[in-house]
């Protein structure tokens, strides 16, 4: 810890975080007592007045479950296409040998130091090509502030940051930190977030899960942001699931999409309050398309759309399957059948039955682009139009970068009446998406219909 003034005094004019405490490592059972000490130490008002005030976390607790990178490089990399969670399982073996064969490495099938550097090395290359977007584990590091930068700025609050590593399992490391992003506008005030970071295997993890929930603040709001695949099943996620308020997905990172989104609506079933980030990305899209249909005689013409076209990044359909659960679940559409093909462009065919036994017939695009950003499956455009050519329904939202070129030369019996441009969220990563999300918690309804819809849609392929 930081006691000097002078040190302290540097490190606030050469950064934007105070390091209040760097990450320390200490016993499970010495946790509470060196959280303690840290602000006993430091003091409420600082060293003689001579430092600024620190808020301690005193909003909520966030638990955030993340799986090392060796599953997420190897998946991104095609040689693994399980569920990202830590385990090394027949699946996980099976890549790491496949890989170390290819590039001539002693095929182990774990994640020596060797194969792990290879790995990040082959990753950065796809990253130069324009192949692939941020690293995949970029998102929080065990001595790392940037989501305590990105959530303290508004909320001081507890992080505890689970890592289920693949290896031998030598039990559960535990550190302890503290961090304060500073405002801009005054450095009077330090507002902290806690740090509790525990790594080991997903079994060892899942051993000492029964302790977890007392590091949870009593009394205030506990999210839990799941950053691996959602599995109904894992001991782990099911013991943090029942205490906390909120459990956070993001689909965007969904290696298996269909089966992925049919866990949530399993989870939903049970009663677990989901949020997905990736739902939240789609607001724009959505207040586009209600605000289309705004005016009285186009409201009336919402019962003659059908047909759909979506056009995404291809990659992940989940942002163009939950926009469509979204729309069929407002207007009352029930899926009747669903198929795909895959080729340069991946193309999802859905029908529905309307109201009065109207068909309606969906088609999803995933159109391959050349600059991949770093939310795999953007919405770049939807056309929704009639086939009765006296029906003022026609409508066209493109993004600012995709433009409308493919909706504009689509074939149908009826142009569009109106086109929109949607204005991209202005942060769509999930750090920024996230600070959103813990305003609120609960269950949420718009969601949970849609969600529902998408997992009818699958259960017809089944």
Sequence with gaps: MINDKSKT?????????????????????????ELNQIWQSYGITGEDGGLPSATRATTFTLVVYEPEETQYLLAALG???????????????????EFQKKHSLPETGTATPETLTI???????????????????????????????????????????????AGEDEGVKAQVSAYCPIQKQSSSTLICCEYITLSGTAAALERIGGMIPALLIGGLPKFLWWKATPDPNNGLFKRLAAVCNNVIVDSCNFNEPESDLLHLQELVETGVPLADLNWRRLASWQELTAEAYDSPNRR??????????????????????????W?????????????????????TRIRFIAQEQ???????????????????????????????????????????????????????????????????????????????????????????????VTANIFKLAN
């Design 79 to 97: 040689f693994y296409n399980g569920p990202i969670d830590g385990i090394l399982g027949p699946q996980m073996v099976a890549a790491l040998r």
């Design 9 to 33: 005094t540097m490190a606030l004019q050469a950064s934007t975080i105070f390091s209040l405490q760097a990450p320390k490592d200490i016993s499970l059972n010495e946790i509470d007592a």
């Design 327 to 347: 729309l069929a679940s407002r207007l009352q559409w029930q899926p009747v059948s669903y198929e795909k093909e895959s080729g340069d462009y991946d193309i």
């Design 300 to 325: 009336a013409a919402l019962k003659e759309i059908d047909r759909v076209t979506i056009d995404y990044e291809k990659g992940n359909p989940a942002q163009a399957l939950l926009f469509l659960g």
């Design 358 to 452: 109207r068909q309606v017939e969906a088609e999803l695009a995933g159109v391959p682009v050349a600059d991949v950003g770093d939310i795999v499956g953007d919405l770049i455009a939807l056309r929704l139009s009639s086939t009765n050519l006296q029906a003022d329904c026609g409508t066209v939202i493109c993004s600012e970068t995709g433009g409308c070129m493919r909706m504009e030369t689509h074939g149908g019996a009826q142009s569009a009446g109106l086109f929109q441009q949607v204005t991209s969220l202005s942060e769509q990563k999930a750090e920024a998406l996230l600070s959103q999300q813990v305003q609120r918690w609960g269950r949420e309804s718009l969601f949970e219909e849609s969600l529902g």
């Design 119 to 165: 790995l990040r090395e082959e990753f950065a290359k796809g990253q130069r090509n324009g192949s692939g977007g941020e690293h995949p584990a970029a998102g929080l590091s065990s001595g790392s502030p940037r989501i305590a930068d990105e959530i303290a700025l508004r909320n001081p609050c507890r992080i505890i940051a689970l890592f289920p590593i």
